[in-house]
Nanobody, 125 residues
Framework: QVQLVESGGGLVQAGGSLRLSCAGS?????VAWFRQAPGKEREFVAT????????SYSDSVKGRFTISRDNATNTVYLQMDSLKSEDTAVYYC?????????????????????WGQGTQVTVSS
């Protein structure tokens, strides 16, 4: 069983930065960040392999957000810079089944059976 806990959310002004943490990422699992704004569907943000050399980002955050992981502590991070008001959302981390490679779309929610509780990020204008 994979237990994921997000932290690091909060209130920040536009242009500022936050770093989110996802504790409990399983060994050999791929981890992704998704976000859900009020009235919107949950959308893909970024993902990273167990081997951290491979990452993928949504177009809306590319160049501003950086996903990374520390496998020694089973923690995945999302460094968010140059935040915009449209980044306001609840951010969730999610994990694939440990030891399995995603054969489909790594941006699809269906590929991630394990989810954290979410952490609120609010960016003021």
């Amino acid at each position: 069983q994979v237990q994921l806990v997000e932290s690091g959310g909060g209130l920040v002004q536009a242009g500022g930065s936050l770093r989110l943490s996802c504790a409990g990422s399983g060994q050999t699992s791929r981890v992704a960040w998704f976000r859900q704004a009020p009235g919107k569907e949950r959308e893909f943000v970024a993902t990273i392999r167990w081997t951290p050399g491979s990452t993928s980002y949504s177009d809306s955050v590319k160049g501003r957000f950086t996903i990374s992981r520390d496998n020694a502590t089973n923690t995945v991070y999302l460094q968010m810079d140059s935040l915009k008001s449209e980044d306001t959302a609840v951010y969730y981390c999610a994990s694939t089944r440990p030891g399995f490679f995603v054969q489909g779309d790594v941006r699809s929610r269906a590929e991630y059976p394990y989810w954290g509780q979410g952490t609120q990020v609010t960016v003021s204008s």
